[in-house]
T-cell receptor
Framework: GNSVTQMEGPVTLSEEAFLTINCTYTATGYPSLFWYVQYPGEGLQLLLKATKADDKGSNKGFEATYRKETTSFHLEKGSVQVSDSAVYFC?????????FGTGTRLKVLA | KAGVTQTPRYLIKTRGQQVTLSCSPISGHRSVSWYQQTPGQGLQFLFEYFSETQRNKGNFPGRFSGRQFSNSRSEMNVSTLELGDSALYLCASNLRDRPRGEQFFGPGTRLTVL
């Protein structure tokens, strides 16, 4: 069945450091891929998405490229801020439902 | 446009009780999905409703049930609560029949079972 695997956290970085959160997936067909972010006490918010191979999703300085050959959708940001501290979820949309990764907690220190 | 709303935001129950959680999707959204979020298991899919019909169901016991009303509002019910049911319950809505687009999440209901 479909599955999503993302790196375990927490990931702790200093402000302005480069961020990579790895995400790989297993799916039949051609799923859409998403990154969601959850701030403390809130629900999930869509950060970016990609619907087909080689698509690059981007938002708020975050980027991720849909790599079908490596079944990956790694999240990157060139310079993180303290306000980026949150939990990040990689997800794929299958035929009828989303499959989420376990989440990666990011802590950014000033 | 108002976002997805969930009520109540916090609940404390004791084992054996039952609980009903409510979700109002974004206006015009007809699909509603429910998820259970726990530190150990992450986000797990409970069920999805579209036009008052359950379209898909996750691997949860029959104690977990739901329904959707004609105005697209949805409720989920958990009977005979167990300690392990303590979690954040998230509701999400989306516009289309199948969730091809993004889902919009509510803030969740934090359920604590004592």
């Amino acid at each position: 069945g479909n599955s999503v695997t993302q790196m375990e956290g927490p990931v702790t970085l200093s402000e302005e450091a480069f961020l990579t959160i790895n995400c790989t997936y297993t799916a039949t067909g051609y799923p859409s891929l998403f990154w969601y972010v959850q701030y403390p006490g809130e629900g999930l918010q869509l950060l970016l998405k990609a619907t087909k191979a080689d698509d690059k999703g981007s938002n708020k300085g975050f980027e991720a490229t849909y790599r079908k050959e490596t079944t990956s959708f790694h999240l990157e940001k060139g310079s993180v801020q303290v306000s980026d501290s949150a939990v990040y979820f990689c997800a794929l949309r299958g035929a009828y439902k989303y499959i989420f990764g376990t989440g990666t907690r990011l802590k950014v220190l000033a | 446009k108002a976002g997805v709303t969930q009520t109540p935001r916090y609940l404390i129950k004791t084992r054996g009780q039952q609980v009903t959680l409510s979700c109002s999707p974004i206006s015009g959204h007809r699909s509603v999905s429910w998820y259970q979020q726990t530190p150990g298991q992450g986000l797990q899919f409970l069920f999805e409703y579209f036009s008052e019909t359950q379209r898909n169901k996750g691997n949860f016991p029959g104690r977990f049930s739901g329904r959707q009303f004609s105005n697209s509002r949805s409720e989920m019910n958990v009977s005979t609560l167990e300690l392990g049911d303590s979690a954040l319950y998230l509701c999400a809505s989306n516009l289309r029949d199948r969730p091809r687009g993004e889902q919009f999440f509510g803030p969740g209901t934090r359920l604590t079972v004592l």
